[in-house]
Nanobody, 120 residues
């Protein structure tokens, strides 16, 4: 059973930065595609980005391109989401997930989520 634990959320002013971390245990992390999703109040959970096992391939939703960066450290079983130039519309609970591609239904394992709040 794979377990994922996110951390790093918090309150930040618009234009600021946060780095989220997600530590995995119970599986072979280096073989997993890892995704980040977010869910704002009253909205569906949406894809933010994904990194493949080799870290050579990353994908992002258009709204975060150029501001967010996903990276991974397979030696630490950890995936990161660096968020720069944050906007109030980035406010959401952020989740990491393994081992799908782009849609919520494709991901088998989920973390508990971490709250990110961006004030204007």
């Amino acid at each position: 059973q794979v377990q994922l634990v996110e951390s790093g959320g918090g309150l930040v002013q618009a234009g600021g930065s946060l780095r989220l971390s997600c530590v995995a245990s119970g599986g072979i992390f280096s073989t997993y595609r890892m995704g980040w999703f977010r869910q704002a109040p009253g909205k569906e959970r949406e894809f933010v980005g994904r990194i493949d096992w080799s870290a050579d391939s990353t994908y992002y939703t258009d709204s975060v391109k150029g501001r967010f960066t996903i990276s991974r450290d397979n030696a630490k079983n950890t995936v990161y989401l660096q968020m720069n130039n944050l906007k109030p519309e980035d406010t959401a609970v952020y989740y990491c997930a393994a081992t799908g591609r782009f849609s919520v239904d494709e991901y088998r394992y989920w973390g508990q989520g971490t709250q990110v709040t961006v004030s204007s």
